[in-house]
């Protein structure tokens, strides 16, 4: 894990961690996937982990007093019983196949989304059945893939929420679902020695992007912030969906063009 290439996308990675964790979560979805032009994916998950707990704090400060309790409640207990899943199965599922699901849930849900007459974009209630399980689907997502982002805004965005709260709850879910996310991935050798020692060069790093998503969260137009985070919704998806399927990463493909 040397060499300034390596350290090129990392740096890349970093601020783009500490970005999602500002209240952009849906651009946490490309860490990996940029770390992967250097290092494997598997590799790049355990490196990057303890990345995210620790921008998480700055994140968590950032929205301490903008969440929503009880879809933050329901997300939490929906993602740790994904992620004891996932834990539990590891071995035995593809993750190209979640992969593949993952992308399939996000294009379809951008879609409707993008396509649907204003009329039927009524607010809806954030009820413990649907939200236990997207936010179960999205803690077994996050635990195989790092994509746990798709299906949790699959309930989330139909809730109407504000959009610093719907930012902060973000925030909150995944910071919590990061940190129990570091014992399995510790019992699983995904973080060593040496890759803590490298991460803990990435952190200040991702800290000081963290502030950067809040003032992007807090000065975009709400229309135009959650036209944005659809977009970025569907584009993602429609990368995971080539991931899975093909085994290539389609927007780093993209780049490659013009490399």
């Not at 992308?103 to 951008?110: C, L, N, R």
């Amino acid at each position: 894990m040397q060499g300034w290439e390596f350290w090129t996308v990392a740096v890349i990675a970093a601020f783009l961690t500490g970005v999602s964790k500002g209240g952009l979560p849906l651009v946490g979805a490309l860490v990996v996937p940029v770390m992967s032009l250097a290092i494997s994916p598997v590799a790049a998950a355990g490196l990057m982990l303890p990345v995210y707990v620790v921008s998480d704090w700055f994140g968590l400060y950032a929205y301490r007093k903008e969440f929503d309790k009880r879809v933050l409640a329901i997300a939490c207990a929906g993602m740790t019983i994904g992620v004891g899943v996932g834990w539990s199965i590891a071995h035995y599922i593809p993750e190209d196949w979640v992969t593949a699901l993952v992308g399939t849930i996000a294009v379809a849900f951008s879609l409707n989304t993008l396509l649907r007459k204003p009329a039927s974009a009524s607010p809806q209630k954030a009820t413990l059945g649907k939200g236990m399980v997207w936010c179960t689907i999205a803690g077994f997502t996050s635990f195989v893939s790092h994509t746990g982002g798709p299906p949790y805004q699959v309930w989330t965005l139909p809730l109407g929420l504000r959009k610093a709260v719907f930012a902060g709850t973000s925030t909150i879910a995944f910071a919590y679902i990061n940190a129990v996310k570091l014992v399995p991935y510790y019992f699983l050798g995904q973080i060593t020695l040496s890759s803590l020692e490298t991460a803990a060069v990435l952190m200040p790093v991702a800290a000081a992007s963290v502030y950067f998503g809040v003032w992007a969260v807090r000065r975009l137009p709400e229309a135009l912030f959650f036209r944005i985070v659809t977009w970025s919704l569907l584009v993602i998806g429609a990368d995971l969906i080539g991931r899975g399927v093909t085994g290539v990463e389609p927007i780093m493909a993209l780049f490659g063009l013009f490399a």
